[in-house]
């Protein structure tokens, strides 16, 4: 909770909670949104598992305003299979479709592997589309968690698809907005390294960014302002920094994302 409102602090305009589930712990989400108030959107990054139509009330009523949920492929098995738990896809649509029903923002994450194709992501945005969801997040893996020390980067056919937006959203005007971190990051740079985001983890260390995890330093013990100053002085350990213009004395809203 300290953590959060010296984020808010230091003119924090979002933050996004991840896990771990952050659901195993509604209460706590809860508290925080209600203790940051409308100055700070409080979101969630969520599997969907936990996120029924009484607790997206609750979270509703707290003041979160949006949440993220994890969907990586359109077929259910498939999904399913990607997760190594049977239901979860299930519980994402669910989920998707609760969320919206409180006004809650709703975005779908997918993570997309090498085996996707064009028509993968359509059949995916029109899901979207239709269990309420008005973004889609599209990532590119990153060689950590269980892909850790392998090769996973997308091939050069694989990246022209995703880094099109007129092959990812067939032009749809009814599609839900689709966010391509990899388009900003290969033309603008990265965004990320505490120059408009970055992220914190479950052990309290400052990282570029959710992805790109090199930590700093921890947050905690006041350490914060630190952590920040050697995320901008270092930028982003895979990709150059935006190329935008920013006058520091003026300071800027920043987005963080913690678990």
């Excluded at 508290?31 to 936990?50: E, F, H, M, Q």
């Excluded at 997206?56 to 003041?63: C, D, E, K, T």
């Excluded at 994890?70 to 990607?82: F, G, I, K, Q, V």
């Amino acid at each position: 909770m300290s953590i959060s409102k010296e984020l808010c602090g230091l003119g924090i305009a979002h933050l996004e909670l991840t896990g771990g589930e952050p659901m195993m712990r509604l209460e706590a989400v809860e508290a925080i949104s209600r203790a940051l108030g409308p100055s700070v959107d409080v979101c969630l990054l969520t599997s969907g598992v936990g996120l029924t139509a009484q607790a997206a009330a609750r979270l509703r009523s707290a003041g979160v305003v949006g949440v993220a949920i994890n969907l990586d492929h359109w077929d259910t098995s498939r999904h399913d299979a990607y997760w190594g738990r049977a239901g979860v896809f299930r519980a994402a649509v669910e989920a998707a479709r609760a969320s919206s029903s409180v006004d809650l923002v709703v975005a779908l994450s997918l993570t997309a592997t090498r085996e996707i194709e064009v028509d993968d992501l359509h059949r995916y945005l029109r899901l979207a589309r239709d269990v309420g969801a008005g973004f889609a997040r599209i990532l590119e893996p990153r060689s950590a968690g269980r892909w850790a020390g392998q090769d996973v980067t997308p091939r050069p056919a694989e990246l022209d698809m995703l880094l099109n937006p007129r092959t990812v959203n067939g032009e749809r005007s009814d599609l839900p907005i689709v966010e391509l971190p990899a388009l900003t990051q290969r033309t603008v740079g990265c965004l990320g390294a505490g120059d408009r985001y970055f992220f914190v983890d479950a052990e309290g260390f400052a990282h570029a960014c959710p992805f790109c995890r090199d930590r700093v330093g921890s947050v905690l013990d006041g350490e914060l302002a630190t952590c920040l100053t050697r995320l901008r002085q270092r930028g982003c350990h895979v990709f150059p920094a935006a190329r935008c213009a920013h006058d520091p004395a003026k300071g800027r809203r920043r987005v963080a994302s913690a678990s």
